[in-house]
C-alpha cells in the first residue's frame, strides 16, 4: 500500500525534474558510458593541489573519476562547470590514460547565447591535445562567431583540466 | 528506498509463518519486487541518472564542495547575474575640426535571472550621451527585456523586447565584439542596429551547426516619417523605428534568420524581416511594405578575422506619400542597400593583450531608388556612399579594448556628418 501511495507522487516530481531539467543534454552517467563504453567500473577519486600553480579559482573542485575494465585503468573523467556569458555550463572532458582528451561534452547548457558550442565539430578540436599543447583561443582553437565567451570560458576550463591531470596527486576519498 | 526495502524484507521474513497459499504469497511478493525496482529506476531518473548507471559512479560524499560558479553539481536554479558594456568616443572630422566632438556614447547594464534551468528574463538598460534631461539630447532606454523558455535542451520561446536576429553586429553589439571606434554603416544606416521589436519568437539549433530564429512582433512605424529630416536619410529605417515605444501595433511584422557554424572558425547566415508599415493608419502610406534581407559570412582563422556583409532593403507603395512630400528634402526610399568586407589581423598577442590592425570597405545607398512619380515629380536616387576605414583595436584583455581609426569618405555630407575623419575610443564589457 505504502508502495502504492508513493507511485503517483514519485511521477509527478519525476515530471517536475523533466521541465527542470530541459537545459540537459546528457547525465554525467550517459557521459560517462559515452566516454569509456569498455569501462566496468568508474572510481570517484579526490585532486590534491596547489590552486595557484595551475591557474585554478580557489576552492574550484571540479568532480573527478578514473575509468577502469578491472584492474586496467582507461583514462580520466572530469566533470566541471564554466561560466557562459552568465551562467554555468556543465560539461566533461575525458582523457586517456596518456593524459590526451578524448572526448569534450556538453552536459547542460542554460543560455540560449552561445549554445552552439555544443556543435561536435568544435568541440572534437581539443581531442588529442595534452597538458602540453597550447590550448588557447582563436590560435589553437577557432572560435565560432557569436559564441565568443562560451567558447573562451570552455577553452580556459580545458585547459585548467589538463594542467590538473597533469600536476595533481589523486587519492581516493576517505569514506 | 530504504523504507521500502525495510518494508519488503519485513513481507519476506513474514512468509513462513503465515498460512496462506504458497504460491499466491510467491506472486506477490513477485509484483512487490516489480514495483520496488520500478521505484529505484524512478528515483534514479530523480536524481537526473540514467537508470541503467553503475551506483560506483556516485561522487563521493567526502568531496569537499566549492563555489556555485565552479561546480557542475551545483544547481545553477535561481541565479541573478549583471554585466555591462560602454563605450566612450571621440570624432576628429579633419575637414572640419570645429565639428570634433568627444561622448560617452553608452553605459548599459544587463541583467539575467533564472527562475530555473529553462526560464530566464533578459534585461539591458541603457544611457546614451551621458546626460538625459528636458534641455540635454542623450537618451534613456530599455534596450532588451524578454522572458526565454527552453522547451527543449535544442530550442525554446522567447517573448517580449527582443534584438532583431540581422546581421554580425545587430545581436552582438558591444564595443569589444567589432572593430573601429564606430559601427560600420552598413549595419546602422541599413540594418538599424541596435534594432529591437516586441514579439515572440521561437530558436533553436542542431547538431549540425544550423541555428534558426524566428518570430513575429512589431515593425517600424511609417507614420513617423519626418521628409524634412535628413535623419530618413542618415537611416530609413532607424528613423521610423519604434522601440516598443507605444508602438503602434496594428501591423504584425516577421522575421526569420538562419546561421551555419558547422565548420570551426567559419560562421554564415542570413536573415529577413517582412511586415506591413503603415501600422493602420489612413494616410497615403498605409500599404507600404518593407522587406529587409541580408547575408553575411565570417571566417576567423589563425591570427586573421574576415567578414562581409551584405543587406537590402524595399519599401513599397510609397509613391502616394511622396507626393505629399514634394519639395522636401528626404522622401521615402524604395530601395535601399549596403555591403561591406572587412579584414582583420591579430598582429602581436602577448599575456593576455593583443593588437589587431583591420581595414573595412563599406558601399551603402540609403536612396537608391524611389518609386516612380508624374513626369516631372520624379526623385533622383541618392549617389553610393563609399567609405575606407583602417585602424587598430588594441585589447588590453579580451573585455577592454582602445581603438583607433581614420574613415575615408568618397563623399562629404555635413548634415550627417560624413567626411574623413580620425576616431579615438574605449570601449569595455564584462
Given at each position: 500500500m505504502v508502495v502504492r501511495w508513493l507511485i503517483p507522487i514519485g511521477v509527478g516530481a519525476a515530471s517536475v525534474a523533466q521541465v527542470a531539467h530541459a537545459t540537459q543534454y546528457l547525465t554525467v552517467e550517459q557521459a560517462q558510458r559515452a566516454a569509456f563504453?569498455?569501462?566496468t567500473t568508474f572510481e570517484s577519486v579526490r585532486a590534491n593541489f596547489d590552486a595557484a600553480a595551475i591557474g585554478a579559482p580557489a576552492g574550484w573542485t571540479p568532480r573527478i573519476w578514473q575509468a577502469r575494465s578491472g584492474d586496467k585503468l582507461l583514462g580520466w573523467f572530469f566533470a566541471d562547470a564554466v561560466i557562459g556569458k552568465s551562467e554555468a555550463i556543465d560539461y566533461a572532458l575525458a582523457l586517456d590514460a596518456s593524459g590526451a582528451v578524448s572526448s569534450l561534452e556538453i552536459?547542460?547548457?542554460?543560455?540560449?547565447?552561445?549554445?552552439?558550442?555544443?556543435?561536435a565539430p568544435w568541440r572534437k578540436q581539443f581531442v588529442g591535445r595534452t597538458a602540453r599543447d597550447p590550448v588557447v583561443l582563436n590560435e589553437d582553437i577557432k572560435n565560432i562567431s557569436g559564441a565568443t565567451l562560451s567558447c573562451r570560458h570552455l577553452t580556459e576550463g580545458v585547459q585548467r583540466l589538463l594542467k590538473l591531470r597533469e600536476h595533481a596527486l589523486f587519492v581516493k576519498p576517505v569514506s | 528506498m530504504q523504507r521500502f526495502r525495510i518494508f519488503a524484507t519485513a513481507l519476506l521474513l513474514a512468509a513462513p509463518c503465515a498460512h496462506a497459499d504458497e504460491a499466491a504469497l510467491q506472486a506477490e511478493l513477485e509484483a512487490l519486487r516489480a514495483e520496488v525496482a520500478e521505484l529505484q529506476a524512478q528515483m534514479k531518473q530523480l536524481r537526473g541518472?540514467?537508470?541503467?548507471?553503475?551506483?560506483?559512479a556516485q561522487p563521493s560524499a567526502s568531496t569537499p564542495n566549492a563555489s556555485a560558479a565552479t561546480v557542475a553539481s551545483e544547481p545553477a536554479a535561481s541565479t541573478t547575474t549583471l554585466w555591462g558594456y560602454g563605450e566612450m568616443n571621440y570624432n576628429h572630422p579633419t575637414a572640419h575640426a570645429a565639428d570634433a566632438q568627444a561622448d560617452l556614447r553608452r553605459a548599459v547594464i544587463g541583467f539575467s535571472h533564472a527562475f530555473d534551468d529553462a526560464t530566464h528574463v533578459y534585461g539591458e538598460l541603457e544611457w546614451e550621451h551621458a546626460v538625459t534631461s528636458a534641455e540635454d539630447s542623450g537618451e534613456s532606454e530599455v534596450e532588451q527585456l524578454y522572458v526565454e523558455h527552453a522547451l527543449a535542451p535544442q530550442y525554446g520561446v522567447r517573448a517580449g523586447l527582443?534584438?532583431?536576429?540581422?546581421?554580425?553586429?545587430?545581436?552582438?553589439?558591444?564595443?569589444?565584439?567589432?572593430?573601429?571606434?564606430?559601427?560600420n554603416f552598413v549595419e546602422t544606416a541599413i540594418i538599424p542596429s541596435t534594432w529591437r521589436e516586441g514579439g515572440v519568437a521561437m530558436y533553436g539549433n542542431t547538431d549540425s551547426g544550423l541555428s534558426w530564429n524566428a518570430g513575429i512582433g512589431t515593425g517600424p512605424d511609417l507614420g513617423k516619417w519626418d521628409p524634412a529630416s535628413a535623419e530618413g536619410r542618415a537611416s530609413p529605417l532607424g528613423s521610423i523605428h519604434?522601440?516598443?515605444?507605444?508602438a503602434h501595433a496594428r501591423d504584425p511584422s516577421l522575421f526569420a534568420a538562419l546561421n551555419w557554424?558547422?565548420?570551426?572558425g567559419l560562421g554564415v547566415g542570413a536573415g529577413l524581416f517582412a511586415g506591413k508599415i503603415g501600422q493602420g493608419a489612413d494616410f497615403p502610406g498605409k500599404d507600404a511594405r518593407l522587406l529587409l534581407g541580408e547575408v553575411h559570412a565570417r571566417w576567423q582563422n589563425g591570427p586573421f578575422d574576415l567578414s562581409a556583409l551584405y543587406a537590402r532593403g524595399t519599401l513599397s507603395d510609397t509613391q502616394a506619400l511622396n507626393l505629399t512630400f514634394l519639395g522636401q528634402p528626404t522622401p521615402v526610399p524604395k530601395a535601399f542597400w549596403g555591403g561591406y568586407a572587412q579584414g582583420a589581423w591579430r598582429a602581436l598577442a602577448w599575456n593576455e593583450s593583443n593588437l589587431s590592425p583591420f581595414v573595412r570597405y563599406e558601399q551603402f545607398n540609403t536612396g537608391a531608388a524611389y518609386a516612380t512619380q508624374p513626369s516631372g515629380f520624379g526623385m533622383a536616387a541618392l549617389p553610393t556612399e563609399k567609405v575606407w576605414t583602417a585602424g587598430i583595436n588594441y585589447y588590453l584583455n579580451p573585455n577592454v579594448v582602445f581603438k583607433f581609426d581614420y574613415q575615408d569618405f568618397n563623399r562629404d555630407d555635413t548634415a550627417l556628418g560624413y567626411g574623413d575623419r580620425f576616431n579615438l575610443g574605449i570601449g569595455y564589457q564584462f
Open positions: 563504453p569498455e569501462a552536459l547542460q547548457y542554460r543560455e540560449s547565447h552561445g549554445s552552439e558550442v555544443r556543435m | 541518472e540514467h537508470p541503467d548507471a553503475p551506483m560506483t527582443m534584438l532583431v536576429p540581422l546581421g554580425l553586429l545587430n545581436e552582438h553589439h558591444e564595443p569589444t565584439q567589432y572593430y573601429g571606434v564606430e559601427r519604434q522601440e516598443l515605444q507605444l557554424a558547422g565548420i570551426p
